[in-house]
């Protein structure tokens, strides 16, 4: 087992718990232990990468803490609620509700604007169509994009398609984003900039934020490095806001 010992004595609340989380694989038959028992704590406004080696565990405890997998051992709790022994619909829905996601390919409907897009979590949520225009309006003001709402995807830039999924992660106020390898496919510039919005975002709003990222951009600007390598936590660097 291995203990992440930067667990600060601060009263933030704490958004994801892992206690000897374990996944094993099996690979014609043979077991493949990709996660080995992290013990694990992000607390509220994090800034957090986590980062590491292909075939080192990372994108497992990633899909882990999102619910996206199920343990083989552990448990994953996340804002105080075990999401480790939750299945089907329960799972689905809380998920939705609780972790906003961010990828490297930003998966946007083509066939819906950009509002249409931002809004589509908060239509499966129920949330009023006039709640819902606000609030849109809001974010898109936020990542500097009031005058696209009514833009297809294929008519954005890399950059904006990105600032898109972040105003989608961000507009129904989760409990965590998570992005996976959200500057793979911009270019250094675009990169920076995507990053210093977030990381703007991210302390006037308090949200939390969690990374799984190859790349220094990302890792220079993140509060808290974390280190995965063969399935354990090996270390943990922390930055000056």
């Known amino acids: 087992m291995n203990t992440d010992s930067e667990n600060t004595g601060t009263n933030r609340n704490k958004v994801i718990v892992t206690r000897d989380l374990k996944k094993t694989y099996h690979d014609n038959g043979v077991p493949v232990e990709a996660v080995r028992g992290i013990d694990f704590t992000l607390t ?6 986590i980062i590491g080696p ?6 497992t405890f990633l899909n882990l803490i999102a619910g996206l997998d199920t343990p083989t051992d552990g448990e994953v709790e996340l804002s105080g609620r075990l999401i480790s022994g939750m299945s089907g619909k329960e799972l689905s829905n809380y998920r939705r509700d609780n972790i906003g996601f961010i990828f490297q390919a930003y998966n946007l409907f083509p066939v819906l604007t950009v509002e249409e897009n ?3 979590i908060m239509l499966l949520q129920g949330i009023h169509k006039k709640e819902r225009h606000e609030r849109v309006m809001e974010i898109l003001k936020q990542v500097e994009l009031e005058d696209f709402a009514h833009r297809l995807p294929s008519k954005l830039s890399g950059g904006q398609q990105q600032r898109v999924a972040v105003a989608r992660a961000m507009v129904s106020r989760p409990k965590l984003i998570i992005a996976d390898e959200p500057t793979a496919n911009l270019d ?3 990169s920076g900039d995507l990053l210093d919005m977030m990381k703007r ?9 969690l990374f799984s990222t190859h790349d220094e951009i990302v890792m220079k600007r993140a509060r808290k490095v974390v ?3 063969d399935g354990l936590l090996f270390k943990t660097a922390e930055s000056t806001p």
């Open 44 to 49: 509220e406004g994090e800034f957090t990468a």
């Open 227 to 229: 280190t995965i390598r």
């Open 118 to 120: 931002i809004e589509y």
């Open 188 to 190: 250094s510039k675009t």
């Open 54 to 59: 292909s075939g080192s565990g990372k994108t």
């Open 201 to 209: 975002l991210n302390q006037e709003t308090g949200m939390t934020f």
